[in-house]
């Protein structure tokens, strides 16, 4: 292989090394060429900056292992487009794209591969990039604290109340979930239930500040609440 093929077989795998998608021997290789190669470290230099802020623009998720195949194909689609060829080039060793050397083609496919990545979390995990909380309940009758539990869990402003353990509701009566803020008398969450363990999805966003109470209401449920919370969570 000429000088010249060497340099551009380096130069083609800056794209897949600035993402740290290389074999380790590979690695070796190319950091060995870049120790006297100006002009190959210099576009690297510009690869890894873009990498770098466009990495700390997401929240790092783990990815499905079949999602890196189906990035790196749209990186060489990409990559062939704007360079205006008419085909997909060829997989080189190991099989890792050939990346067109020029430094606004590798540039693009660096953006492409960790935008695509941010995308694909996103629709792969929806809701669940937002971390649940749990807020502690406290039961406030002694006669069921000490068999009954209860917490709330929190993802953004939705909220599911659980509960493990209560009494029956009194005849005819449900339990009822209000919210309340510090400053506000309790407001009705849309959830009545009778379960005595469970879940209850609790329709009415929950807001900073807000506390969760359940009371036992008439069947129905009530405007206000008509009874001491037998449920009280800590503030969101």
Same mark, same amino acid.
């Given at each position: 292989m000429s000088r010249d093929d060497r340099h551009e077989h380096y130069a083609q795998a800056l794209g897949a090394y600035a993402l740290g998608a290389m074999e380790p021997d590979e690695s070796a290789d190319?950091? $060995?060429?870049?120790? %006297?190669?100006?002009?190959?470290? $210099?576009?690297? =230099?510009?690869?890894?900056l873009a990498a770098g802020a466009l990495a700390m623009s &997401? @929240? /790092?998720l783990r990815a499905p292992p079949e999602l890196g /195949?189906?990035?790196? !194909? $749209? &990186?060489?689609a990409q990559a062939a487009d @704007?360079? %205006?060829?008419? #085909?997909?080039? #060829?997989p080189r060793r190991r099989g890792w794209p050939r990346l067109v050397s020029r430094p606004r083609v590798a540039l693009a496919a660096v953006s492409l591969v960790l935008l695509g990545a941010a995308v694909a979390s996103f629709a792969l995990t929806g809701d669940r990039a937002t971390p649940e909380r749990v807020l502690s309940a406290r039961i406030t009758d002694r006669a069921t604290s000490d068999v009954a539990r209860a917490s709330v869990r929190v993802s953004g402003d939705h909220a599911r109340l659980v509960v493990q353990g209560l009494p029956d509701p009194p005849s005819r009566r449900v339990y009822q979930v209000?919210?309340?803020? *510090? =400053? %506000? /008398? /309790? &407001?009705?969450?849309?959830? @009545?239930? !009778?379960? #005595?363990s469970g879940t209850i999805e609790i329709p009415r966003p929950l807001r900073d500040g807000e506390a969760v109470l359940v009371t036992h209401e008439p069947a129905g449920g009530s405007s206000a *609440? @008509? #009874? *001491? *919370?037998?449920?009280v969570s800590v503030p969101a």
């Open positions: 190319l950091r $060995a060429h870049l120790s %006297g190669c100006s002009a190959c470290q $210099a576009e690297l =230099d510009g690869l890894q &997401v @929240t /790092p /195949p189906r990035i790196m !194909a $749209a &990186v060489q @704007t360079a %205006g060829e008419t #085909r997909v080039a #060829r209000w919210l309340k803020s *510090p =400053d %506000g /008398p /309790p &407001v009705a969450a849309g959830a @009545t239930f !009778a379960v #005595r *609440p @008509t #009874r *001491p *919370p037998l449920i």
